[in-house]
């Protein structure tokens, strides 16, 4: 047949609209969804069909895209202007001049679309012998969607944009989804014969399906039941929506595979997120980036991890922020600790309330239990950390490090001034100011001598009442 090979696959991802609906300097396609950007899925899905080329078509914020892409497999093309997505598509015409075969046009703010329906997509194309094959689904309101036509036999006809379409044509049910499977021959020479004459000025992809059954091409498509896998995110609200889609999506997964989540309703966790069995997520917590937690462990109310390790059998109270962190197995956290970026803290270590951790490493069975401060730090094993001990790291030019070796006791309100290192064994006397390095086994204590001074609040007492009864002499005269 005319313009068919039905051999190879080439990917094209249509992502360069400006997104004006979002109301953002950001360009739509990078807004994120359950901790991603929307166009790696899209790209994801993409590069799962494993085809021979993966082009992304894009306009304004080039280098920012790029940036967020970083995969060898994935080429880009540069659309000068944005008149449609027919001229969108014919950018890429001189990158696919050696290339005979079918190609799959995506969309870059349509995420959801399923590999399943895809892989139908390509299929059904293929075994159909088409030329041209389109997903389409049925909605309630098409409001925004191009309207798919068919003839009184149900074969499609056209597909017309909402804003060129009649009174008529709006009020059909079925939409378009923006998703083709093409063959090149047909698709490049049907892109030389649409125009711009139309409301929006614009080249119109889906008018090649005109100049399809003009020609004689045969044209075909597949529905899918969901109508929120070709959903279109154009604004915030359906930004919102499909964030709700893929949450539950998730949420469903984790305690299918025995993570026990008690109110999915309140529970926020991002797609690239691991969970391991038997593991208990209270509400309102936020689990987000490329977290992974082992088996066991119990998230408490309220807490927030991020891009962080959580090894098994760990408990993170209620209140607590992990960024960046490495929990190690059977640790205790919280409640209300900050752990922050680049904190590894060793197995069975407790951390208490109020503590706040950054850029250091905890020792195993190592305690820090109340209100203190611990950055840029290495403690080691055994360690007990007293109530209010801050290390002073910074000196106003630059951070310093403290060392406090094995078995350290640290008596409460101790400030240690950096750069230090505490020795193995040695004691911390409570209140003390550490300026400098303390031998192994040691005691170190630096506070002014203790004075008792008997009988002294009794002279003050009578002092006080002194005062007050000339102040009241005063005033009666």
């Not at 202007?81 to 005979?100: I, K, P, R, Y």
């Not at 390509?122 to 409001?143: G, K, M, S, W, Y």
């Not at 892109?191 to 399906?209: A, F, R």
Request: hydrophobic share 35%; charged share 25%.
């Amino acid at each position: 047949m005319r313009w068919l090979t039905l051999d190879g696959l080439v990917v094209i991802i249509l992502a360069a609209g400006l997104g004006k609906r979002m109301k953002s300097k950001k360009p739509k396609i990078l807004h994120t969804l359950a901790g991603q950007p929307m166009i790696t899925y899209v790209v994801r899905q993409a590069i799962a069909l494993t085809p021979e080329r993966t082009i992304i078509v894009i306009g304004n914020h080039t280098e920012e895209i790029k940036n967020y892409i970083r995969d060898d497999s994935v080429e880009f093309v540069y659309q000068m202007e944005q008149l449609g997505t027919g001229h969108a598509v014919s950018a890429t015409g001189d990158m696919l001049n050696d290339f005979d075969g079918t190609i799959l046009i995506l969309c870059g703010d349509v995420p959801l679309i399923s590999i399943e329906s895809l892989h139908r997509l390509i299929d059904v194309h293929r075994t159909e012998r088409n030329h041209l094959t389109c997903i389409t689904t049925t909605v309630t309101n098409p409001e925004g969607y191009g309207r798919v036509i068919r003839d009184d036999k149900g074969r499609l006809l056209k597909i017309v944009e909402e804003k060129d379409a009649t009174d008529i044509e709006k009020k059909t049910k079925e939409i378009n989804s923006g998703i083709y499977a093409v063959e090149k021959k047909f698709l490049y020479t049907a892109l030389k014969s649409i125009s711009n004459e139309n409301i929006q000025g614009e080249y119109y992809l889906t008018d090649i399906i005109n100049v399809g059954i003009t020609e004689g091409a045969k044209m075909g498509t597949i529905g899918v039941e969901n109508p929120i896998e070709v959903m279109g995110i154009n604004d915030r609200r359906e930004l919102s929506e499909a964030e709700r889609y893929l949450r539950k999506q998730k949420l469903n997964d984790l305690m299918l595979n025995g993570v026990t989540i008690y109110d999915p309703e309140n529970t926020y966790i991002h797609t690239c997120v691991t969970i391991g069995r038997d593991t208990t997520i209270y509400p309102n917590t936020f689990i987000e980036g490329n977290t992974t937690i082992g088996e066991d462990c119990v998230i408490c109310p309220n807490v927030r991890i991020i891009d962080s390790r959580i090894g098994d059998s760990v408990i993170i109270k209620d209140g607590c922020v992990i960024m960046n962190g490495e929990i190690e197995n059977n640790v205790s956290i919280g409640p209300f600790a900050h752990i922050r970026p680049e904190t590894i803290i060793g197995k069975g270590a407790k951390i208490g309330n109020f503590v706040e951790i950054k850029k250091s490493t905890i020792g195993e069975d190592t305690k820090a239990m109340h209100l203190s401060y611990i950055g840029d730090a290495t403690i080691g094993k055994g360690a007990n950390i007293g109530a209010g001990t801050i290390t002073c790291n910074y000196d106003g030019f630059k951070k310093h490090r403290t060392i406090i070796d094995d078995g350290v006791f640290v008596g409460s309100d101790t400030q240690f001034i950096a750069p230090v290192h505490i020795g193995r064994g040695a004691v911390i006397g409570a209140g003390s100011t550490i300026t400098k390095d303390v031998p192994p086994d040691a005691l170190a204590i630096s506070r002014v001598e203790q004075v008792n001074k008997n009988g002294w609040s009794l002279k003050r007492q009578s002092k006080v009442k002194s005062l007050k009864l000339k102040s009241k002499n005063r005033k009666g005269k």
